[in-house]
C-alpha cells in the first residue's frame, strides 16, 4: 500500500517515510483525500441539511453541486492541482462553496484573514505562489475588491480576483457568475476526473509564529482528513447535530473541530449572519443548536442573547471551549470539552468520563495514541517528569514536518527525530491513572489577543520603522474579556515627541499592518530592561504591565 506523495512540491517537508508507513500499516493514516472524503459524504448525506444560513437552509446535495461547479470555474480559469488561491472573506456559506471548491479541483487553499492588510497579503501572496485571490464582496470594514486589485500587481503570479457576495466588473470575476456558467454535470464530470493525492498539500494554513510574518504551514490532505475524524470520534459527533462555532471559519479550529468533522458526519452548520446577539438569537431559534465552539471572550455576546431573551439554549448538549470549559459547565449545567490545540497539528480535549479534576484542571489527552509527546526544559532540553512544567515537543501523523519554503525557521523548530518544538509550556499529570496534560503557559513570544496570535517581532519590527521610535518591545496586558490586550514599550529617538496610541495606530495602517495587531496601550520608557547576559527582559515588562493594569482598575 502506498504511503508516499508522488510528487513532491518545492519547500515541502512531507513527513518521515518510515513514519508514515507505520501510520498507514496501523490502518491510522486514511489512504484518502480530503476532497473525496467529503464528495463521499455529501452524495451520502445528499438529502441532509448541510447549512443553516441567513438565506436558508443548504442540502449536502446542493453544497456538492454548488462546489463541483466552482471546481470546474477554476480548472476552465486554467487552474491547475497544486496551485494556490488565497482566500480573504468572513464567516459567510460562500467561503464553504470556494474552499471545497478549490479541494475538488486540487487547488490549495491558503487561509489568510479578511482583517490582513498590504504588509501580510503581500508576504503571503508571494510566498505562496498564489494565482487566485477570492475576497468577500460585502465586507463592511474594508472593500476587499478594491484591496486585492491594488495588491494583484505586487504578487507577481496572480492571475485573478474572484468576490464572493458581490457583484463582477472588468477586473474582478464574480463566484455567482462563474458558478451560473457551468453546467452541472458536466461540472461533475470535470471534478471526477481530478486525481487526488492523499499525501500531498490539501491546505495552506498559517502560524501565529514567533518571528516575522505568519509562517505557511501545508496541513496534507489525509492529516487533516485524519484530524477531523479523530475530532468527531472522540466528541462524539453524530448526524443528528446541529453545530454553532462564530470564529473565523477560515480559522484552523473551527475547521478541524467545527465544520470540517460536521460536513464529513452528515450534521449541520450553523452560520449566523454577523456576531450581534440579534443574528445570533436568529439562528439559535431557526437551526435550534446541539453543539457550540465558544471562546471566553464570546460569552458576553452569549449573555446579551440570553439577557434579551432573543433565544434559549436548551437545544444544547455540550460545547467545545479551549479557554473556559469550566466556566460554561458550571454556569449553564452543559457539559463542556476543554482542549488544546495548534494549527501545526496536535490536538488534546478532555472527554465527558474523564474525571471531574481532569476536566477542570486540565485539557485532556491526545486524541491519536500515535501523538508522540515530550515535555523538556527550555534551559537544557532534558524531559521533564510528572507535575513539572515543560516544553511541548511533539510528533505524530497530523502533526507537521516543516513549515512551507523555511529551512532556516524548522531547523529551530524541528529535533533530529522529526519532533516538533511548539514553544508551549504543558504539565503532565496522573488522574484517576491516566496521563492528562495541563496548560501552563508559553515559551515563545506571542500575545494571545482573543485567541488571534500576534508575534511580537513583527509588530515590534512596525513600530520600530516610526521615525520617532528607537526601540520597541511588545507585551500582552491582561484584559477579563480578550485574555491579552497589547502594550508597547517604547524608547523615542533624539528626544522627539513620543507617538500616541492614535498615532501609532495611523503610521501602522500605513504601514499595511492588520488592525488586530496595532497596540492598545504605549509605554514610554528611557530604555528597556535587559536580564543579567544583556538580553531582552519582558518578564520585567510583563510584570510592570500588569501591576499599572490592576492599578488602573483598583482606581
Known sequence: MRSQVKNPLPGVVYNDPERLRRYVEAGVL???????????????????????????????????????????????????????????????????????????????????????????????????????????????????????????PRIFTMRHVIVLRGKGTADCLAFDDLIAAEDPAEARLAVEAIEHDPFQVGVFQLSGGTTGVPKIIPRMSNDYLLNMQLTAETLGYTADDVMFMPMPMIHNACMVCFWGPTLLTGAAFAIPADMTPEAWGATFRSARPTWLGLIRPLLPRLESMLDQKLATIESVRAIWSPDAARLFREK???????????????????????????????????????????????????????????????????????????????????????????????????????????????????????????????????????????????????????????CAYIVVRNAQCAPSVSELARYLEGFGLAKFKWPERVEIVDALPVTRVGKLDKATLRSDIAAKVAADNRA
Open 30 to 152: 486514511p489512504v484518502k483525500s480530503l476532497a473525496d472524503a467529503f464528495r463521499e459524504s455529501f452524495q451520502r448525506h445528499a438529502a441532509r441539511v448541510a447549512l443553516h444560513t441567513p438565506q436558508g437552509k443548504v442540502t449536502y446535495a446542493e453544497l456538492d453541486a454548488i462546489s463541483d461547479r466552482f471546481a470546474a470555474a477554476l480548472l476552465r480559469l486554467g487552474m491547475r492541482p497544486q496551485e494556490r488561491a488565497l482566500f480573504q472573506t468572513n464567516n459567510c456559506p460562500e467561503l464553504l462553496f470556494a474552499f471545497i471548491g478549490c479541494l475538488k479541483a486540487g487547488v490549495i487553499p491558503v487561509c489568510t484573514l479578511a482583517a490582513h492588510r498590504e504588509h501580510e497579503i503581500g508576504y503571503l501572496g508571494c510566498h505562496s505562489d498564489a494565482r487566485i485571490h477570492i475576497v468577500q464582496g460585502d465586507d463592511p470594514k474594508a472593500d476587499l475588491s478594491a484591496f486585492a486589485l491594488k495588491m494583484k
Open 332 to 486: 449553564f449545567g452543559i457539559p463542556s470539552h476543554g482542549m488544546f490545540g495548534m494549527t501545526e497539528g496536535v490536538n488534546m480535549y478532555t472527554r465527558r468520563d474523564d474525571p471531574v479534576e481532569a476536566q477542570d484542571w486540565t485539557v485532556g489527552r491526545p486524541l491519536s495514541p500515535f501523538d508522540e509527546i515530550r515535555l523538556v526544559r527550555p534551559s537544557d532540553g532534558q524531559e521533564v517528569g510528572y507535575d513539572e512544567p515543560g516544553e511541548l515537543l511533539c510528533r505524530g501523523p497530523y502533526t507537521l514536518a516543516g513549515y512551507y519554503n523555511a529551512p532556516d525557521r524548522n531547523a529551530q523548530c524541528f529535533d533530529e527525530q522529526g519532533f516538533y518544538s511548539s514553544g508551549d509550556l504543558l504539565v503532565k499529570r496522573i488522574i484517576g491513572g491516566e496521563t492528562y496534560y495541563a496548560f501552563s503557559g508559553r515559551n515563545k513570544d506571542l500575545v494571545n489577543r482573543g485567541h488571534e496570535k500576534v508575534n511580537a517581532e513583527e509588530l515590534e519590527n512596525a513600530v520600530a520603522s516610526h521615525p520617532a521610535v528607537s526601540e520597541c518591545a511588545v507585551v500582552g496586558m491582561p484584559d477579563p474579556v480578550l485574555g491579552e490586550r497589547i
